[in-house]
């Protein structure tokens, strides 16, 4: 399954969306293109012979950064009597560069006069999702002796898409041009290169040049290599799981972003194509879903958001001090202020899930000097949830947008329009509170506990956070409570009236650890209930609700990453089966996705469609979906940190047979899991 139409090859957040002919012909709505920093450097991109079109008969993915393209011209009726044949050859990395070879298969010489048109309306990728193409500065294209310039300036904005080609191309504003004579059986090349240019404030280039020559190529491979290299290894007699997890290890490497200001260290961007950038909670989630096997992504990111958390109120931004970012971008819109992501803060949950994810870091890695160097930002994101996201003065976390025309209305994972409502179908007032987030702050409470009081040298501070979080979790268990229904409601409004429909949130309730235990059976058994559980996954929303929609974006979708971590959170109340039951239905809907889970897919039940329903305007690939088979094989061997060392408990689903994840990295050194049913367990010291 997927999209046939298009093809992608990406290398963080640079990437090219194409026809399965390798032609670029963007509109404004469409994501076809080359994309760079949050801009659209290239909207056409069509190779002709002799005026004529191309048409495809195969294309190969060869690796996440190239593609290769076998065309033919004409149309398909044609095939057969093909005289000429043409491959198409690009590679993504930074910029990216394209070889066309075209063979003469006739038994006569032939003339051909070979055109590429290029073309870019430098939309801002914003600009394309909303549907908007409001250029306000100059759009240009320069001819020049050896290359074709396009390019865009407002004021001190500017990008550029610098364009090369071999074998004596002739260059106008609208494109480039060979004229060329084959021989029976010979054969024509060229090599062509985009070079994009990025000019910030100062004049300054952002662009550190193009990636992806010869040489480049050959050093992305490399890289890949070595990546797939360094992470443990995965056998299964599954007949999926190992290749989903290779599937899954080879777009999280595609997914690496190395911001502007890194110099080269990486952190997951969220999801092609429209979320290629920095964004806290997505960037978070998905290091949590992968410590086990990518623990050094966590470390770029910690840092990372930490050197942009706010430090001042901002209004435009959603800025608090202490508030971790919610979203990073470089565009025009960002540049301008058209739209708050220079940073934007409007997320609620992203800033203790920064405090989790640090405490999680240092159990696997034993990185102290990390936890120590975040200390200040550690205890600024505690005060953001103590002083200024309790809007209502009730000790939970609340949010409401201060920024009314472009911030995010909400800011809980489930940020669509409609995602928080009324058993009756009401939206409620704001500011709104989700349970999630305040399992998430209990949760940081506790995990900021232990690293007072084992590494910050403050055992009062340490005894002060359990007593909040002990408070926390008794009133949040008697407020939050539905009574008739025997779950906790969604949200609350700001008067404490319940937002009582029964969601997919509740399993982020167990795994942050709020749920009182003799509650924990119930929440279980509603996880996996008919009316959450698909028998693909848990939806979103469950079926029966007013506002159940099996294809709403949060309505009753099923989401792979929200499904890990229920799936994690049932583990850790020791709901072993329920666990598995949830981890073997995304394993079995990975398959109709080649490997590679969607951001989302349809609600259905599982005995309606017989496969999963795409979503149809899903990312893919998606950060936290790409995590998603790690956190469930992480949970399906109940691989935990334990006092330095690493705990091993499977419990595998029915039919899953022998599983073995060799080399799994951490403070211990290397160690090795074998699990068969639930029986044949080794622990092995490498």
Same mark, same amino acid.
């Given at each position: ?232 290894? /995965? ?5 999926? *799981?190992?290749? !989903?997890?290779? &599937?899954? =290890?080879?777009? %999280?490497?595609?997914? #690496? +972003? ?31 879903? /992968? ?5 050094? *992504?966590?470390? !770029?990111?910690? &840092?990372? =958001?930490?050197? %942009?958390?706010?430090? #001042? +109120? ?38 203790? *899930? ?333």
């Amino acid at each position: 399954m997927g999209d046939n139409n298009t093809v992608r090859i990406l290398d963080g957040n640079t990437f090219v969306v194409s026809e399965d002919t390798g032609d670029i012909e963007a509109t404004p709505s469409e994501p076809t293109g080359l994309f760079s920093i949050d801009t659209r450097f290239l909207s056409k991109w069509v190779l002709t012979i002799n005026g004529e079109r191309l048409n495809a008969l195969s294309y190969d993915d060869l690796q996440y950064f190239e593609a290769r393209f076998f065309l033919v011209p004409g149309l398909a009726t044609h095939y057969i009597d093909a005289k000429l044949s043409v491959i198409r050859e690009r590679a993504v990395g930074g910029s990216f560069r394209e070889t066309v070879t075209i063979l003469n298969h006739d038994e006569k010489a032939v003339d051909l006069e070979i055109r590429m048109d290029a073309g870019s309306d430098f939309a801002d990728l914003f600009q394309v999702k909303d549907e908007i193409l409001n250029k306000k500065g100059e759009i240009y294209s320069e001819a020049e002796g050896d290359q074709l310039r396009l390019g865009y300036r407002r004021g001190n904005f500017k990008r550029e898409t610098v364009i090369s080609a071999s074998g004596s191309a002739r260059y106008d504003r609208q494109g480039f041009a060979w004229t060329i004579h084959l021989e029976p059986n010979e054969q024509w090349h060229t090599a062509i290169d985009v070079r994009t240019v990025a000019i910030g404030p100062g004049g300054r280039d952002l662009r550190l040049g193009l990636r992806a020559g010869g040489g480049e190529r050959l050093a992305l491979q490399r890289d890949l290599e070595e990546w797939i290299a360094k992470a443990p290894k /995965v056998n299964s007699e599954h007949g999926q *799981l190992a290749s !989903t997890y290779r &599937r899954s =290890l080879i777009d %999280l490497a595609a997914l #690496r +972003f190395s911001p502007l200001s890194l110099g080269g260290q990486t952190l997951p961007a969220a999801g092609l194509p429209w979320f290629m950038t920095m964004f806290g909670r997505d960037s978070i989630f998905t290091c949590l879903q /992968v410590l086990p096997f990518a623990p050094a *992504l966590s470390k !770029t990111t910690l &840092r990372v =958001l930490g050197t %942009l958390q706010g430090t #001042r +109120f901002d209004d435009f931004r959603d800025e608090d001090p202490g508030r971790i970012l919610h979203e990073m971008r470089y565009g025009e819109t960002a540049a301008f202020e058209e739209q708050p992501h220079s940073p934007y803060y409007g997320s609620v949950d992203a800033t203790p *899930l920064f405090v989790v994810l640090l405490d999680e870091y240092e159990k696997w890695s034993g990185d102290v000097a990390l936890v120590k160097e975040l200390e200040r930002e550690c205890r600024a994101a505690l005060k953001w949830v103590d002083d200024y996201a309790d809007m209502v003065g009730n000790g939970y976390i609340w949010y409401e947008r201060r920024n009314t025309d472009t911030g995010l209305e909400n800011q809980c994972w489930k940020d669509s329009w409609d995602s928080i409502s009324y058993r009756d179908g009401r939206l409620p007032p704001f500011p709104r509170a989700t349970c999630e987030v305040q399992g998430y702050a209990y949760d940081a409470k506790i995990r900021a506990a232990r690293l007072a009081r084992e590494f910050w040298d403050d055992p009062a501070y340490a005894d002060q956070l359990e007593r909040e979080a002990a408070a926390l979790k008794e009133r949040f268990n008697r407020e939050w409570w539905v009574e008739d229904g025997e779950y906790y409601a969604l949200g609350l409004d700001p008067d404490g009236g319940q937002c009582d429909v029964l969601s997919s949130n509740i399993g982020h309730l167990l795994w942050s650890g709020i749920v009182e235990e003799d509650r924990a059976a119930k929440i279980a058994e509603h996880l996996i209930g008919p009316r959450l559980f698909s028998g693909w996954g848990v939806r979103t929303l469950a079926e029966g609700e007013v506002r159940y929609n099996p294809i709403g974006y949060h309505n009753g979708t099923i989401w792979p990453f929200d499904n890990s971590f229920i799936a994690w959170g049932l583990r850790r109340y020791g709901f072993a089966e329920e666990a598995a039951t949830i981890a073997n239905g995304i394993f079995d809907a990975a398959r109709y996705f080649d490997g590679r889970l969607p951001e989302a897919f349809g609600g259905y039940p599982r005995d309606l469609t017989k496969f999963p329903v795409e979503y149809p305007t899903a990312c893919s690939p998606q950060a936290w979906s790409t995590g998603t088979p790690l956190l469930l094989i992480r949970t399906m061997l109940g691989l935990e940190p334990h006092e330095g060392h690493l705990s091993v408990d499977p419990r595998l689903p029915v039919g899953m047979g022998r599983i073995e994840v060799l080399d799994i990295p951490g403070r211990w050194g290397l160690v090795d899991a074998f699990a068969r049913g639930r029986l044949d367990l080794h622990q092995l010291a490498a």
